[in-house]
């Protein structure tokens, strides 16, 4: 979950650049046609998604992973999208915290979006080149791959990393400690 902070900071980045405000509707990053459900009048904004209170559940409810070790790698775009059009808001945006993965996943796809280029090349571009996070990606070198700290269970049981093409946003993102 350290992507969310990353995608904060790239949404800081854009605000920073007059290229997004905080106070943009999720719904005008997103292709036409996908539209975004709004409560008592109130439209889901960039930062309801940043804070985790847009209203939006945790997850979609249309996420059945065929590999339930790897369960966000075959989640489409199409699949939110879908999922994002019929969604009905818990509560008003802004009115209360609620943790959602589905919603900073879809702030970084939007992001990316209105950028013009895949989430991982933006997070390059804005945070990982001019930081000198030369450890910090979603696809991993063959040497970051051969540092990577392995996955383990809260048993110790060893596991699989997670793949997250579509959310990345919300967990794609590798990095090291330095």
Not at 35 to 63: A, C, I, Q, Y
Not at 73 to 82: C, E, G, K, W
Not at 153 to 165: E, F, K, Y
Request: net charge positive; hydrophobic share 40%.
């Amino acid at each position: 979950s350290v992507s969310k902070t990353f995608t904060g900071t790239l949404l800081a980045a854009m605000v920073a650049r007059g290229l997004v405000s905080l106070e943009d509707p999720i719904e005008g990053l997103l292709p036409k046609g996908v539209t975004v459900p709004s409560r008592k009048g109130k439209e889901v904004l960039l930062w309801h998604l940043s804070t985790h209170t847009s209203g939006l559940p945790r997850m979609p409810d249309n996420f059945a992973p065929k590999d339930p070790e790897n369960p966000y790698a075959d989640y489409s775009v199409a699949q939110l999208y879908a999922f994002v059009k019929k969604a009905k808001l818990a509560r008003e945006p802004g009115a209360e915290y609620e943790y959602s993965n589905l919603g900073a996943g879809l702030l970084g796809h939007a992001l990316a979006l209105k950028a013009k280029m895949p989430y991982e090349r933006l997070l390059e571009e804005r945070v990982r080149e001019p930081l000198g996070m030369t450890s910090t990606r979603i696809a991993l070198t063959d040497d970051m791959r051969g540092r990577l700290a392995p996955p383990l269970l809260a048993d110790g049981t060893p596991t699989r990393c997670w793949d997250i093409p579509t959310l990345a946003g919300a967990g794609g993102i590798r990095s090291t400690v330095n």
